[in-house]
């Protein structure tokens, strides 16, 4: 639909307390509401219907909050709040998410290094080169130690190092994945 009025014209008149203005900038970001859902709501498993009144609660903040002397327009300011909101909304939704893992007692497995039941099973499916590539597991990946530590201690270019690191995190994300999936 074609609206005649920019953001700035219908801003300027919801201000001064127009209704139909303020319908006006409803039903046009509405439009936009619906062809950004799939985009910013990706990954976090939220209803269209909770996506559009999360967008239209920011709308509102974006009218109210809004500034002409921004070095934005009003649509970006209006994005710039729904994308934030969003993200906020995922880093909710995972740290409910870590909460639930953790009332089952999951976090063991990844805690308690020393009792662990997937090391054995990783350390097995690794099938180390050197002793280089199994020091990089216990102590850069196990215990979060730095890779230049490694490198200095074994007398191998960083670079080398990395690379090897990089090899097996990612064969212990194939193999965790399949396990536990």
Known sequence: ???PADDNELLYLIK???AQAYRMLY?????????????????????YHDYKQECLLCLEK?????NHNFNCSFFSFY??????????????????????MNLYGIEELYTDKEQSKL?????????????LEEELFNQCI???KKIIEIAN???????????KYKKIKEKSEKILTNLLV
């Open 27 to 47: 039903e046009k970001y509405e439009h936009w509401i619906g062809k950004t859902y799939r985009g910013f709501s990706q990954g976090l498993s939220m209803m």
């Open 16 to 18: 001064d307390g127009n």
């Open 119 to 131: 090391i054995p099973i990783l350390k097995k499916e690794l099938q180390f080169m050197d002793a």
């Open 79 to 100: 994005t710039l709040i729904v994308k934030r909101s969003i993200y906020r909304l995922h880093r909710k939704n995972n740290l409910f998410f870590q909460e639930k």
């Open 1 to 3: 639909m074609y609206y």
């Open 153 to 163: 201690k074994f007398g191998v270019k960083y670079n080398v190092a990395y690379t």
């Open 142 to 144: 196990l215990y979060n």
């Open 62 to 66: 974006a009218i109210h909050t809004y």
